[in-house]
């Protein structure tokens, strides 16, 4: 059944419709795509199809929107499967496909960026020298406002991610807003309601997970009322 889904949702065409520019200002927030805690199958690249055609239905001017693709729980053969189909989805839709943690997929699957943890990020001077400057290099800090301190000033990392817990996780936000210009993105289960919290807090990517996942019949939906979220939010921010 997944097979014939699948073949339904035709890759080379998939969320590749360009957007029409036709309203300037595009909200200064992207998607910050993540896998799914659980997958099997052909599930996770059939409904990021449907998750990325409701993205590209957007008229406002292109976001920046990733997708960090990270199974630690499959198996070789379900992870190169998903990762093979994943990645040619991004590249058809226009979003920033980026690998979580495992250096020696980059090449295979053309990545276009990778995202560390703290612990396996010795060698990102040689990640940045081998391929080069446009090539994005990220940070997991989870929820650490100490692992957030140790890359301030970092001058080879783009960007970081923060595990959303409430909060802490708004503090921590203020915290490298204040201290560094570099983009940060919130990860987790985002529900509309903590959306529009973070469109407030000067985040950067606003993540969309399993919130989205867990709707299995309505994904698309899903993804609507984020970004429906977070154009109402920063419309009704810049009235005030």
């Not at 659980?38 to 449907?50: K, R, V, W």
């Not at 693709?69 to 226009?94: Q, R």
């Not at 301030?152 to 996780?169: A, K, L, Q």
């Not at 993540?207 to 299995?216: E, P, S, T």
Request: net charge negative; glycine share 6%; proline share 2%.
């Amino acid at each position: 059944m997944d097979e014939q889904k699948l073949k339904e949702l035709n890759l080379q065409k998939v969320a590749s419709k360009k957007r029409e520019y036709k309203v300037e200002g595009s909200p200064n927030i992207g998607l910050y795509f993540t896998s799914p805690m659980q997958t099997s199958g052909y599930e996770f690249p059939i409904a990021l199809g449907h998750a990325f055609r409701q993205v590209n239905k957007s008229f406002y001017e292109k976001n920046m929107h990733a997708l960090e693709f990270y199974l630690p729980a499959a198996s070789d053969e379900d992870y190169h499967t998903n990762a093979d189909l994943v990645s040619a989805i991004c590249k058809n839709s226009g979003i920033v496909f980026i690998i979580k943690s495992r250096i020696e997929m980059l090449e295979k699957y053309n990545a276009e960026g990778i995202v560390l943890e703290d612990d396996e990020a010795a060698n990102i001077e040689n990640l940045r020298k081998k391929f080069g400057d446009d090539f994005i290099i990220g940070l997991d800090c989870k929820g650490c406002k100490e692992i957030a301190k140790k890359y301030i000033d970092n001058d080879i990392i783009d960007y970081v991610t923060f595990e959303y817990s409430g909060h802490e996780t708004f503090e921590l936000i203020q915290y490298w807003k204040t201290h560094s210009e570099k983009p940060c993105a919130v990860k987790g289960y985002i529900t509309k309601e903590v959306c529009e919290q973070l469109t407030h807090s000067g985040v950067d990517f606003i993540g969309c997970g399993d919130f989205v996942w867990d709707r299995k019949e309505s994904i698309a939906e899903a993804v609507d009322e984020i970004s429906k979220t977070i154009e109402d939010s920063i419309s009704g921010r810049n009235l005030q």
